[in-house]
């Protein structure tokens, strides 16, 4: 079923940027009403873009996730919630080790909805004092999102014992369960 269809059913998307997408797509993909999440690259000026290409930082292009959700179970705001609750908002074009413009925090909206539920969180947020530094997340309108390698996919799923998954990926993820555990879904 490609993305039209999916919209057409009711479904919505969303595609962020925050780091590494290993990481981003292991936590999402354990929401409830998230129905799919593909890792891939958007933002950027080259076409078809590979990883090997994105990783030079010359493509414009951030590697991101696109989320497949039902905002019947859950909405926008909530996925907005786990977004600046995964990643560190204040710092620009890194997440820990992984530096670059490829690694920007980025939410690439895909309506006005999204876009004004996005800055008014970011604002809100950035008010709050919850962080120390300002927020750099870039709100951006979508154009166009590229799928990564099919080796990119699920990669903490197929590679959970890896030495970057149990260092890197697994701690997030954890984490993430426990400040979600009402959002998870049920484990079967």
């Known amino acids: 079923m490609d993305q039209l269809q999916k919209n057409d059913a009711g479904l919505g998307t969303a595609t ?3 780091g590494c997408f290993w990481c981003s797509e ?3 993909t354990d929401l409830q009403g998230v129905v799919s999440v593909t890792s891939g690259y958007s933002g950027g000026k080259v076409p078809n873009p590979g990883y090997e290409q994105v990783c030079t930082g010359t493509t414009g292009h951030a590697e991101v996730i696109q989320i497949i959700y039902d905002p019947a179970i859950i909405p926008f705001q ?5 977004f600046w609750a995964s990643h560190d908002p204040t710092t620009l074009n890194r997440q820990g080790n992984d530096i670059g ?4 925090s980025v939410i690439f909206y895909h309506d006005e909805a999204q876009k004004e539920q996005a800055q008014k969180y970011k604002s809100e947020l950035d008010a709050s004092g919850s ?5 750099v997340t870039e709100i951006t309108p979508f154009s166009v ?17 890896a030495p970057y998954c149990q260092m890197v990926i697994r ?6 369960r426990k400040v979600f555990k009402e959002k ?3 484990k079967g």
């Not at 413009?101 to 920007?104: D, E, G, L, N, V």
């Not at 701690?171 to 993430?176: D, L, R, S, T």
């Open 145 to 161: 999102f590229y799928p990564a390698e099919d080796y990119h996919q699920v990669y903490f799923k197929l590679h959970g014992s």
């Open 16 to 18: 962020f940027g925050q």
């Open 78 to 82: 909530d996925l907005l919630q786990a």
């Open 184 to 186: 998870l879904k049920a």
């Open 26 to 28: 292991a936590i999402f």
């Open 131 to 135: 962080f120390n530094n300002p927020i």
């Open 101 to 104: 413009t490829q690694y920007r």
């Open 171 to 176: 701690p997030k993820v954890e984490k993430f």
